[in-house]
């Protein structure tokens, strides 16, 4: 049983997001790696008070973890997930340095609702698979209008190399019998912590909005960290790498 369950009121949100963390570690053991990767690029870029746009913000993973590694920065949250914006303002509560937006990044216009126009760095992490790589290519676009001369864009996501696919199939088997594993001792997957959202009063009718926006799960693509960093350069971006990977994900850097 989650600590959700056990312990926490519907309110709880520092609850909330211990669930949420450890249902996204089930899939991404590394995550923290890659959290600790994107946040030094950051600092080796922009210093320890950056003004941070969170794209597909979620709950706040990215926020929360940046504010306690540079309590002077600043964070604009971005996200559609009526839910999972529910937990997060609910965790930034009277924090004067967070702000969260509600924009749905197919829009063309989305942009226009933010309270800034330029940016040290734009992160976001776990988010960006759920478009087509033309959709894509277009946010690429404007997210390179948004980061000011010498910031960065990070983006750390599933990004399979199509060219070995022998290798793409023992790593996807191995983790998927990490995940049956973990399973079977009780960690939550992604169904079951949705069906906890749903039955949480505080959570019901943003996660039932939710489902009403997206469905079960993403219909997008996963290119190579190759085709990030292409489409990036071909977006403005002067140079674009990735700077962390795993067997099946990368986090790739746009330097402006």
């Not at 996200?79 to 937006?101: E, H, M, N, Q």
């Not at 292409?230 to 850097?253: H, I, K, M, N, Q």
Request: proline share 6%; charged share 25%; aromatic share 8%.
């Amino acid at each position: 049983m989650s600590d959700v369950t056990e312990r926490a009121a519907p309110s709880d949100w520092a609850a909330w997001q211990r669930s949420w963390d450890r249902q996204q570690e089930w899939y991404m053991p590394d995550r923290e790696e890659r959290f600790r990767v994107m946040l030094d690029m950051v600092q080796a870029f922009t210093g320890t008070a950056p003004r941070v746009l969170d794209l597909a913000c979620g709950t706040g993973s990215i926020t929360d973890r940046l504010l306690r590694r540079f309590p002077d920065a600043t964070s604009t949250g971005v996200d559609l997930d009526p839910a999972l914006l529910t937990i997060a303002a609910g965790s930034f509560a009277g924090d004067a340095r967070v702000t969260f937006v509600t924009a749905d990044l197919k829009d063309p216009r989305w942009p226009e609702k933010l309270p800034h126009g330029s940016y040290d760095a734009v992160l976001t992490a776990t988010a960006l698979h759920w478009l087509h790589s033309d959709e894509l290519r277009v946010l690429y676009g404007q997210i390179a209008g948004l980061v000011r001369d010498g910031g960065v864009f990070l983006n750390a996501d599933h990004m399979p190399d199509p060219d070995t696919p022998r290798i793409n199939a023992a790593d996807s088997a191995q983790r998927h019998a990490r995940m049956d594993r973990a399973k079977a001792e009780g960690v939550l997957g992604w169904t079951e912590w949705w069906q906890l959202a749903a039955a949480d009063p505080a959570l019901a009718e943003p996660t039932a909005r939710r489902f009403e926006i997206y469905g079960e799960h993403a219909d997008g693509d996963t290119p190579s960290a190759a085709w990030h960093a292409d489409t990036l350069r071909a977006a403005g971006f002067g140079e674009a790498r990735s700077v962390w990977s795993s067997p099946s994900d990368a986090t790739v850097l746009g330097l402006k």
